[in-house]
């Protein structure tokens, strides 16, 4: 079938005819839920049995900004195929593809209408006591089986090209490491802070380090990264962690994936000014946030230096002196990728609610203008960073400065 955009009708047609789902009497219901900034999602559900799958689809264009930003299909075709081969190590903590169609650019998956969004889970003040063990397992497995130390050098390079993704990194290297340190005609900031951004595009030493970071990102491929993994990426239950939404996939530099978790964590830090107004219920779960970052690192370290240890393929992994440089090198990437990631959040195009739901103006500057200290200071300080408490006492420092 050539490409069209699927009407909630269509997708129920669509997923009727495909084997071993639905029977083909069965009455659906189907609603596009699409939240996101760039494809059409569709719950489909059977009331009279309860089972649900959600049908995905590619738009030509990014959403978000709508059809004057053409955007590839062929984000859908990466998507599925990451999910595909993260679920192959991490069977329990991604969504299981039922059907990929190339044409339409679409997948049929796993509902998980039973998780919520972790973003939202965060805004609301809830606790997740296994995500770190999850997430850490999750970015240790997928990250480790995908680079040179866990994969066959041929499968690693056949990867490569399977996941080269130009057009999505191109929106990274735009959004993320380039657009928000400039007068760009995509940034959309809060004009009270005005004054805060405009010295960040002044910063010439926060300016280099940025462009090493972003070289980094454009030349390191250590292994196939999620690239888009933010508490928007995330679902979650109390027990459970599942990562979607893997369309930004690309061979990348690992420190990417981790601190697009630990930036998000921190977002919601700074958002809680304005998220939370009694200050000891503020400050407890405050903690309870930056304790997460230090685990999710700890748990991330400990699972991928295991793996190292267990199961390189790579000869050289066991000379001496080898994992330990490479661990501190990868949480000051950690860190620095964070502090890009929190700085175009603020400045840049696409926000984030734990900031932009803030409703007074004057609270979210305040709470903003956190954020763009912090993620400076994680830019700037990163090659002094050994451990995740540097990265933790770094955030409390400049809170209470
Ligand atoms: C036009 S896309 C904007 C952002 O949404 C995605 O989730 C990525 O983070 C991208 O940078
Ligand atoms: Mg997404």
Not at 37 to 49: D, G
Not at 120 to 129: A, D, H, S, V
Not at 249 to 265: K, R, S
Not at 324 to 330: D, E, F, H, I, P
Request: with cysteine; glycine share 6%.
């Amino acid at each position: 079938m050539a490409y069209r955009a699927l009407t909630e009708q269509e997708a129920v047609e669509y997923v009727k005819e495909l084997p071993g789902l639905f029977e083909k009497g069965a009455t659906l219901t189907s609603h596009e839920i699409g939240d996101g900034n760039l494809n059409l999602v569709f719950h489909i559900k059977e009331e009279a049995t309860g089972k649900s799958v959600i049908v995905k689809q590619a738009l030509p264009y990014a959403r978000v900004v709508g059809e004057s930003w053409p955007l590839t299909l062929d984000r859908a075709r990466i998507e599925s195929e990451a999910l595909r081969t993260q679920y192959k190590f991490v069977p329990d903590l991604v969504p299981q593809v039922y059907h990929f169609d190339q044409e339409l650019a679409l997948t049929v998956m796993e509902d998980l209408s039973d998780h919520i969004l972790m973003r939202k889970g965060l805004i609301e003040g809830n606790r997740y006591p296994y995500f770190a063990k999850q997430i850490g397992r999750f970015l240790a497995h997928t990250l480790f089986f995908t680079s040179d130390l866990g994969a066959h050098p041929y499968e690693k390079k056949a990867l490569v090209k399977t996941f080269v993704n130009p057009e999505l990194c191109k929106i990274t290297e735009d959004l993320v490491f380039t657009d928000p340190y400039e007068n760009a005609s995509t940034n959309n900031f809060n004009p009270l802070i005005k004054k805060e951004v405009e010295e960040i595009w002044k910063n010439k030493p926060l300016k280099l380090e940025i462009a090493k970071l972003k070289l980094d990102f454009l030349t390191r491929a250590e292994a196939l990264l999620h690239g888009d993994l933010h508490t928007g990426s995330i679902f979650v239950t109390e027990q459970s962690t599942k990562v979607i939404d893997p369309e930004f996939a690309y061979y990348g530099p690992i420190g990417f994936d981790i601190g697009a978790v630990v930036a998000n964590l921190i977002l919601n830090y700074a958002g809680q000014h304005g998220l939370q107004s009694d200050r000891g219920k503020r400050e407890e779960y405050r903690e309870y946030l930056l304790t997460t970052v230090e685990d999710v690192w700890n748990e991330f370290v400990s699972q991928f230096v295991q793996l190292w240890h267990k199961q390189a393929k790579e000869r050289s992994a066991h000379v001496e002196g080898l994992w330990q440089s490479y661990v501190n090198r990868l949480i000051q990437d950690t860190a620095g990728f964070a502090g890009c990631k929190i700085l175009r959040r603020v400045i840049g195009l696409a926000g984030v609610a734990d900031l932009n739901s803030i409703q007074d103006d004057q609270t979210r500057a305040e709470a903003e203008r956190l954020a763009l200290r912090i993620g400076q200071e994680l830019i700037l300080k990163r090659s002094s960073i050994e451990e995740s408490t540097d990265i933790t006492d770094i955030v409390r420092n400049v809170t209470t400065r």
